[in-house]
């Protein structure tokens, strides 16, 4: 199914008065308001390939109707998406889960609908059919030097695949860890780590980057050899210029402050990318903005702060994506309702006033910041987004046009009912 031209114009004109209302009454207080239109318009959030079909949870698989059956359909839901909000513009692939068979007409198609290759991802956290020898007691960290070349191996395959596609960055993430104490040596497994990543990164071409993304705990739960931003950081800051850190929002101990884990490695220029995502407890797969949308904002806050301090540009310099799937609403009105949670916290965040912000800090006006936050949070930035939407010739109701046009109903007529992609 493709959306066409025709289908959003007429939903945007049904739309329009009144959008231009409210669009009005919120602009009207914001002083740099074309910047923050054109930095809405710029800023693009990749679509994880494994998060297209209802997903896995640990207990039990509820395959949806109407899912991709093939990388092909994958970018076809992604340009779907793209034509919806013209901010999904990318695609990071999950290797094997996705192999891009014919990387040239792969990448045709994802051209077609306007998508470039994200970071691509390596998964050496579950054991493929055929492969040699298992990852049960990890992979980097293993105490046998056959299994950790055979991971580092895929590593490599994975960064060929990237190239073909013209994707220009890799991300890591390890399962590797130990359940119960005594298991492991932590030392050794943190070197026999650093030794498999050394290699890895000795194969990037020169305008790649390896994000080495972290996570407290699952499927290991003792320890984790890449457990937190502090470890992830000490790779990245071994391995050299083109490592860095990636913050995956879910991957933290409770109530963590993010925030200024961002602050900090945007310090050190160690801070690499997201996976977005949200939780309550110690989950990492719910919906972007659906627990805690003030934390998100204050991340947007301190991402916006450091990237200007250091004259980044906010759409290009860090990768974007979103890491999240479950299976209790249709994936892709799953992934609209969480890349506008981005754009949201995006926007509130550009409007935080920085230069009062700073007077009050050295003030020590707390009362004040807090108010300059929280203006900035409690506004109500629905219109901006959609404004940047509509320049971008997108829809200005991305979900009410998804469910008016009924594509789902579509995608299964086409599909089938009984369809489960690839992915956890
Ligand atoms: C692990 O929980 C993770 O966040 C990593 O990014 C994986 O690549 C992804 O989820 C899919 O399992
Ligand atoms: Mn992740
Ligand atoms: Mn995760």
Not at 86 to 89: F, I, L, Q, V
Not at 249 to 256: D, S, V, Y
């Given at each position: 199914m493709q959306l066409e031209k025709y289908q959003v114009d007429e939903h945007n004109q049904s739309l329009l008065a009144e959008h231009k209302r409210r669009f009005e009454f919120t602009a009207h207080g914001v002083a740099n308001i074309e910047d923050v239109l054109q930095k809405l318009t710029a800023f693009q959030i990749a679509i994880p390939s494994w998060a297209l079909g209802t997903g896995g949870t640990r207990f039990g698989r509820f395959a949806g109707a109407?899912?991709?059956?093939?990388l092909e359909e994958k970018i076809e839901d992604i340009g779907l998406l793209h034509a919806l909000n013209?901010?999904?513009?990318a695609i990071s692939l999950h290797i094997p889960w996705d192999i891009p068979k014919n990387a040239d007409a792969i990448k045709i198609l994802a051209a077609q609908h306007g998508i470039r290759f994200d970071a691509v991802n390596s998964n050496t956290f579950q054991d493929q059919k055929d492969q040699k020898h298992s990852y049960k007691f990890g992979s980097l960290q293993h105490v046998n030097k056959a299994v950790r070349d055979q991971a580092i191996e895929h590593n490599l395959e994975v960064i060929h695949y990237g190239k073909a596609l013209g994707s220009d960055s890799i991300t890591v993430w390890l399962s590797d860890g130990s359940c119960f104490p005594g298991q492991l040596n932590f030392r050794k497994a943190f070197q026999h780590t650093l030794d498999g990543l050394q290699q890895v990164y000795a194969a990037l071409p020169d305008n790649w980057k390896m994000f080495v993304e972290y996570k407290a705990f699952e499927p290991n739960f003792y320890s984790m050899t890449v457990g937190d931003w502090g470890q992830s950081l000490l790779y990245a800051s071994k391995l050299g210029p083109k490592a860095y850190t990636l913050v995956d929002?879910?991957?933290?101990?409770?109530?963590?402050n993010i925030e200024q884990i961002v602050s900090l490695l945007l310090m050190e220029k160690k801070l690499g990318g997201f996976h977005f995502n949200d939780s309550k407890y110690g989950d990492d797969d719910l919906t972007v903005g659906s627990i805690r949308p003030y934390q998100l904002f204050l991340i947007f806050n301190e991402l916006i702060e450091g990237m200007d301090a250091r004259g980044m540009n906010h759409a290009t310099d860090l990768g974007w994506m979103i890491d999240a799937s479950h299976n209790v609403k249709d994936p892709l009105e799953d992934l609209l309702q969480s890349v506008e949670a981005i754009k949201l916290a995006y926007a509130q965040a550009l409007l935080v006033n920085r230069r009062e912000l700073e007077q009050a800090q050295q003030e020590n006006d707390v009362t004040r910041a807090q108010e300059i936050l929280q203006a900035a949070y409690r506004t109500d930035v629905r219109p901006l987004v959609a404004e940047a939407r509509l320049r971008a010739g997108a829809a200005l109701q991305p979900l009410t046009l998804f469910r008016k046009l009924k594509v789902r109903t579509e995608l299964v007529k086409e599909r089938g009912a009984k369809t489960v992609a690839t992915g956890l």
């Open positions: 109407g899912e991709p059956r093939s013209k901010s999904s513009g929002l879910g991957h933290h101990l409770p109530n963590a």
